[in-house]
Each structure stands twice: as structure tokens, then as C-alpha cells.
């Protein structure tokens, strides 16, 4: 790629970013944190989780999970549960008011990304969709490619 439109991305992406935190902010209500909101919509996308599966899917490590899920118990937004089976293993799903922040979340970010397709036609849609996974999927390759070479003995 030649590096002017290296560049003029990574502008695009700085402006992306800007942008994606005026929203994140805005969408997450009742005063739960980024990191917060993001395990909300885990758990509601896996109903029952557990904290490991949990950490995994956010790249988080499982302390910082535990302290994120602790803080959503005690607000009442997440039901923690230990099986009998099982009391090293604990899983995560949302309750009432749990259910009803992510409704909340789901639908002012849905609305948000709906205006930010104005415009475009359902090709161009789809199209982008496509390309912006493809782009992401990359950039996750490259770090854990990183992190792999950064600390090779790491899991």
C-alpha cells in the first residue's frame, strides 16, 4: 500500500475513533463504564457465559473481567451463579434490568449506525460491512501475531 494511503487511513481512523467515543459514551446510560457496557452485550449475546470464555471473547485478562462483572453484580445488572458441579467455574447472565440496559444500549447504537448509512444504498451496505470485518479481522491477526512474538511462552 503505497504510504499516502497508509496515512490518509490512519487519519480516517483517528477521526473514526473520535468519533466512536463521543458515541460510546453517549450509548452506555445509567453510568456504566465503556468496559462495562461491552460485557453487558457479551453476556447478552451468550447467555450463561463464563468469566473465561468472557475474558477471552473481550481480550481482557481475568482479573480486570472479575472486577468489570463485580462491579455489574453490584449494581444489579448481572447474576453471577457457581454449579454445584463445578465451584471453581462461575457463570454470567443478565438480569431484568440487565436485559432492559442492553435494550436500551442495542437500540441507541442501532439508531446511531442506521444514520450513519444514510446515503448509502444496500449494495454499498453490505459491501462495506464486508470490507470493515475484513479490515478488522487483519487487525487482529497482526496482534496477536505481535503478542505472540512479544511474549512466545504466553497462552
Known amino acids: 500500500m503505497e504510504i499516502k494511503n497508509i496515512r490518509k ?9 473520535r468519533e466512536l467515543f463521543f ?15 461491552h460485557t453487558l452485550l457479551e453476556i447478552e449475546n451468550q447467555e450463561n457465559i463464563s468469566m473465561s470464555v468472557l475474558a477471552k471473547i473481550l481480550t481482557l485478562d481475568k ?6 462483572v463485580d462491579g455489574l ?12 458441579n463445578n465451584r471453581r467455574m462461575s457463570t454470567l447472565s443478565l438480569t431484568e434490568q440487565g436485559k432492559k440496559t442492553c435494550q436500551t444500549i442495542n437500540y441507541n447504537n442501532d439508531k446511531y449506525v442506521d444514520g450513519t448509512f444514510e446515503g448509502f444504498s444496500e449494495t454499498e451496505q453490505q ?25 512466545p511462552d504466553c497462552c
Open 9 to 17: 487511513f490512519r487519519e480516517i481512523l483517528r477521526q473514526f475513533d
Open 23 to 37: 458515541q460510546n459514551n453517549a450509548s452506555c446510560c445509567n453510568g456504566i463504564s465503556l468496559a462495562q457496557c
Open 63 to 68: 482479573s480486570t473481567i472479575s472486577r468489570t
Open 73 to 84: 453484580v453490584n449494581i444489579g445488572l448481572v447474576n453471577r451463579e457457581i454449579p454445584a
Open 127 to 151: 459491501e462495506f460491512i464486508k470490507l470493515f470485518e475484513k479490515v478488522t479481522q487483519n487487525m487482529s491477526k497482526i496482534r496477536q501475531s505481535t503478542k505472540d512474538k512479544e511474549n
